[in-house]
């Protein structure tokens, strides 16, 4: 979630952008890919963000959840 909100500032959005793939995100994170997903679905499950393609809203910001 920190990933999300740093990316929130440095993009100016409620609504990143991914500079990357997910797969490459999980990378990043050094875990699997499966896990890496998990996380987000976890994630859109709580009400923090929403998963669009290589977008994601991040609902707490924008008034909602």
Avoid at 8 to 21: C, G, H, I, N, Y
């Amino acid at each position: 979630m920190d990933y999300f909100l740093a990316l929130s500032t440095q993009q100016k959005s409620k609504s990143v952008l991914l500079p990357v793939t997910k797969k490459q995100l999980a990378n990043y994170f050094g875990v699997q890919r499966p896990s890496f997903f998990r996380e987000l679905k976890r994630m859109k499950d709580e009400g923090l963000i929403d998963i669009t393609n290589k977008r994601i809203p991040i609902k707490f910001l924008n008034g909602q959840s």
